[in-house]
């Protein structure tokens, strides 16, 4: 099982907003009970989803600055970026198949 990629303050902008694919960004941290239990989900997706969209985990503790850009005021956020803009925010967990019905439909 593949993992989701790992992104910071600093390569924000070029591994996520100038990517050729989609990529859904996973804002967590380690102390969240329900971001322990979506990281399973999205490593398994990860792999499902392979060529069509990069899945990207960034800790708000550790990257406050991009959690702030985008508002991002509870976690688990996932925030899917079209041609490095926002077009989906999901707050909360999310089981497997709920999950991937609202990515379908932002992927199109």
């Not at 859904?24 to 009970?33: E, R, S």
């Amino acid at each position: 099982m593949s993992k989701p990629n790992v992104v910071n303050d600093s390569d924000f902008d070029q591994v996520v907003l100038k990517s050729s694919t989609p990529v859904l960004v996973d804002f967590w941290a380690t102390w969240c009970k329900p971001c322990q239990m979506i990281a399973p989900i999205l490593e398994a997706l990860v792999d499902e989803y392979k060529g069509k969209l990069t899945i990207a985990k960034m800790d708000v503790d550790q990257n406050q600055a991009t959690a702030a850009r985008f508002h991002v005021m509870s976690i688990p956020t996932m925030i899917l970026f079209k041609n490095g803009k926002p077009v989906s925010n999901i707050v909360g967990f999310r089981p497997k198949d709920q999950l991937k019905k609202e990515m379908n439909a932002a992927l199109g």
